[in-house]
C-alpha cells in the first residue's frame, strides 16, 4: 500500500509541474516573463555593475584624500618633532654648556643659574607653548628648567636604556613618559633623550632630555574625522583626541601588527558595531604612526543615500511596467483564447465558424485570415472528397488495365512451350527472353529493385539479342554475390546495353565483349559497362559530355538513352551520383554509374 501510495503521489507531482508548466508557456505569462527578463534585469545588472565600480572608485578616492590629510598631520608633527630636536642641539653646541659638562666645577653657582636662564630657557618655537630640558653630566650632577625629585633622578639615570645609550656616542630615543614622570608637575611628555657627545674625543660628556607637553601635540590631530592615535614604536598611544586612551595599547579590533609593519596603508575592518576605515601612516624621522579609524557608513553615507534613491526609482519603475505588462498582455490575450475557443469548436460546427473583426491591426488580421481559412478549408474538403472518388475510378480503371499486359505474357509462355514441345528450341529461347523482359517491364514492386533483378532482365535481354548477333555478342558479368542486394534503378543498364551494341558491336568485325563490373568504394557503389567497340571520337564525346551536363528540366530525347538513366539517377539521389562516360578510338567504350552504396529494400515502390 505505501509503495502504491509514493507511485501515484509521484505521478500527481509530475502532473502538477507539468499544468504549472503549462500555464507559464502562455502568451500572457511569456510577454510578462520577456519584458522582465530583457529589461528589469539589465537595468537592475546594469545598476549593480555601475553602482560597485563607483563604490569601487569613490573608495580608492576617500582613501587616498584621507591619506593626504595624514600626510600634512605628519608633515606638522614632524616638524614638530625636528623642532624638539634642533633646539636641543642648540642647547648641547654651547661652549658653557660644554665646559660645564666637562668640569662642573668650574662655574660658580651664579654662572650656572645665568646658563639655565640664557640658554635652557633659550629655546623658542611655534609648535610648542613649553618645554622642559635637563641636562645631566656623567658625575652625578644635573642642570634642568623643572624641578626634579631626587628619587625620580636616581630612577631616571638608573635605568637600563640610559645606561645603555651612555655606552655609544651620538644616540637619540624619542619616548612618551605618562607614568614614570621625571618632573614634579606630573604631566604626560614627549621626551627626546640625547646623547651629548664631544665632537674631538667622541665621547659621550653627559645628555639631554628635551620634553614637551602631550597637549601641543595632539592638536595637530583633531582636524582628522573619527578617532585618530599618535603611536609609538611598541604600539602605545602617544597622543589621541581621545584623552582616555593616552598610554595605553590600540583597541583590540586593530590588527596592530599589521599597522606596525606598513609603511602606510588602508584597511577595512568589520566589527559588530559595523564597518570600519583604518588609514595609518608613518613619521619617518621616529617611526611612530598616526592612526585613524573612520566609520564606512559615515564616509559613504552620501553614497548610500544615492543608492538608496536608485533603488526606490527602480522599484517604482518595476512596479509600472509590471501593470502595462499585464494590460498589454491581456489586451492581447483576449481576442487570441476567444480564436483559441472558436478553433476547438470548428469541428463540431463543420467549418461554418466565422469571427467578427475587431481589435488591434495584427489581431484583426488574424481574424480576417482564420476566416478566409476556414472558407478555404470547406472548398478544400469539397475537392479532396471529389478527387478520392476520381482516384477510385483510376485505381478500378489500372486494375482493369493489367489485365492486358499479363494476358499477353501467358500467352507468350503457352506458344514459347509449344514450341519446345514441337523442337523448336530457338523459337523458345526467344520466346522465353522476350517473356523476361516483358515480365520485368511490368514494373513489379516498385521503380527501385536489387541489382539481381536488373542483371536477371539484362541476361534476358542479352540472350533475345543474340539470336540476331550469333557468336558475335558475348556478355561477361563480374559482381560478387554480396553485392547483388544493391539498389538500384529499374530498367537502368537496358539503354546502356542497347548503346552498346549499336554503337560499339554493330560497328566491328570482330567478336563483341560487354562486361559488367561491380565494386563497392566506401559509400558509393560503381558499376561499369565496358565493351571493345571502336570508341567514340573526341568530338562525339564532347557531344555526349554536354548533353549529359544539360538540367532534367530540358526537352527529353525521343527514345530512352544514356540522358535518361543519368537523369532519372541525379532526380532519385542527388547530383553526387549519375552516369559518365569514358573512351578512346579504337580502344572501346566504358560507361561508368556511380550509386549510394545501399542495400534494396524488398517492395521499395518511391517512384521518381
Not at 618645554?131 to 634642568?144: A, M
Not at 476520381?390 to 509462355?413: C, D, S, V
Request: charge should be neutral.
Amino acid at each position: 500500500m505505501i509503495r502504491g501510495r509514493s507511485k501515484y503521489g509521484k505521478r500527481d507531482g509530475m502532473q502538477t509541474i507539468n499544468n504549472a508548466l503549462r500555464r507559464w508557456n502562455s502568451i500572457h505569462n511569456r510577454i510578462f516573463f520577456f519584458i522582465i527578463l530583457f529589461l528589469i534585469i539589465p537595468v537592475l545588472l546594469t545598476f549593480y555593475l555601475m553602482d560597485k565600480p563607483l563604490e569601487r572608485v569613490i573608495e580608492r578616492k576617500i582613501g587616498r584624500s584621507a591619506q593626504d590629510a595624514l600626510f600634512l598631520v605628519n608633515l606638522n608633527i614632524r616638524l614638530f618633532l625636528e623642532d624638539i630636536l634642533k633646539s636641543s642641539v642648540e642647547i648641547t653646541v654651547a661652549p658653557e654648556m660644554i665646559e660645564l659638562l666637562k668640569n662642573p666645577d668650574a662655574l660658580t653657582d651664579y654662572e650656572k643659574l645665568r646658563l639655565n636662564n640664557e640658554v635652557l630657557h633659550r629655546p623658542f618655537s611655534s609648535y610648542f607653548t613649553n618645554s622642559y630640558v635637563t641636562v645631566f653630566d656623567l658625575k652625578g650632577n644635573w642642570l634642568s628648567t623643572s624641578y626634579i625629585f631626587p628619587h625620580l633622578y636616581e630612577e631616571y639615570t638608573a635605568s637600563e636604556w640610559y645606561r645603555h645609550m651612555l655606552e655609544e656616542p651620538y644616540q637619540h630615543r624619542w619616548m612618551f613618559n605618562d607614568q614614570d614622570m621625571l618632573y614634579s608637575d606630573r604631566e604626560p611628555i614627549i621626551t627626546l633623550a640625547r646623547t651629548i657627545t664631544d665632537l674631538q674625543t667622541s665621547k659621550n660628556i653627559g645628555m639631554i632630555a628635551f620634553s614637551v607637553k602631550e597637549e601641543d601635540i595632539w592638536t595637530y590631530l583633531t582636524g582628522l574625522e573619527g578617532s585618530v592615535y599618535l603611536v609609538n614604536g611598541e604600539g602605545v598611544v602617544v597622543s589621541s583626541p581621545s584623552r582616555e586612551m593616552i598610554g595605553k595599547p590600540l583597541p583590540k579590533e586593530i590588527d596592530t601588527r599589521r599597522v606596525m609593519s606598513a609603511y602606510d596603508g588602508q584597511t577595512i575592518l568589520e566589527m559588530e558595531s559595523g564597518k570600519w576605515i583604518v588609514n595609518h601612516n608613518t613619521i619617518s624621522l621616529n617611526g611612530w604612526k598616526i592612526v585613524q579609524v573612520v566609520s564606512y557608513d559615515t564616509v559613504f553615507k552620501e553614497i548610500f543615500d544615492i543608492r538608496r534613491a536608485n533603488i526606490e526609482i527602480i522599484l517604482v519603475i518595476f512596479i509600472l511596467f509590471t501593470i502595462i505588462t499585464l494590460s498589454i498582455s491581456y489586451n492581447i490575450t483576449k481576442p487570441l483564447k476567444l480564436l483559441k475557443k472558436r478553433m476547438l469548436e470548428l469541428e463540431a460546427m463543420q467549418f461554418y465558424s466565422a469571427i467578427a473583426v475587431a481589435g488591434p491591426n495584427e489581431i484583426a488580421s488574424l481574424i480576417e485570415t482564420y476566416n478566409k481559412m476556414v472558407k478555404e478549408i470547406r472548398g478544400l474538403l469539397t475537392r479532396v472528397k471529389d478527387e478520392y472518388k476520381q482516384k477510385e475510378e483510376m485505381r478500378f480503371r489500372a486494375l482493369q488495365a493489367q489485365i492486358n499486359p499479363h494476358f499477353i505474357l501467358n500467352t507468350l509462355n503457352n506458344i514459347k512451350w509449344m514450341a519446345y514441345i514441337r523442337g523448336n528450341g530457338d523459337v523458345g529461347d526467344m520466346l522465353s527472353n522476350l517473356g523476361g523482359i516483358l515480365e520485368g517491364s511490368i514494373g513489379r514492386g516498385g521503380s527501385l529493385i536489387p541489382l539481381r533483378e536488373e542483371i536477371d532482365y539484362i541476361e534476358n535481354y542479352v540472350g533475345l539479342m543474340k539470336m540476331k548477333y550469333h557468336d558475335k555478342l558475348s556478355l561477361k558479368i563480374e559482381i560478387s554475390n554480396d553485392l547483388m542486394d544493391q539498389e538500384v534503378i529499374r530498367i537502368m543498364l537496358q539503354p546502356v546495353i542497347e548503346n552498346s551494341l549499336i554503337y560499339g558491336i554493330e560497328q566491328i568485325d570482330k567478336p563483341g565483349l560487354i562486361v559488367i563490373k561491380g565494386v563497392r568504394e566506401k559509400d558509393r557503389f560503381i558499376l561499369t559497362v565496358s565493351d571493345n567497340g571502336p570508341g567514340i571520337v573526341p568530338e562525339r564525346m564532347k557531344e555526349l559530355e554536354k548533353r549529359l551536363s544539360l538540367g532534367s528540366e530540358d526537352p527529353p530525347p525521343k527514345r530512352i538513352g544514356l540522358k535518361n538513366v543519368h537523369d532519372r539517377i541525379r532526380m532519385q539521389y542527388g547530383n553526387d551520383y549519375g552516369l559518365s562516360i569514358s573512351s578512346n578510338p579504337e580502344m572501346g567504350t566504358t560507361i561508368t554509374i556511380t550509386l549510394p552504396a545501399r542495400k534494396a529494400e524488398r517492395g521499395t515502390s518511391n517512384d521518381i
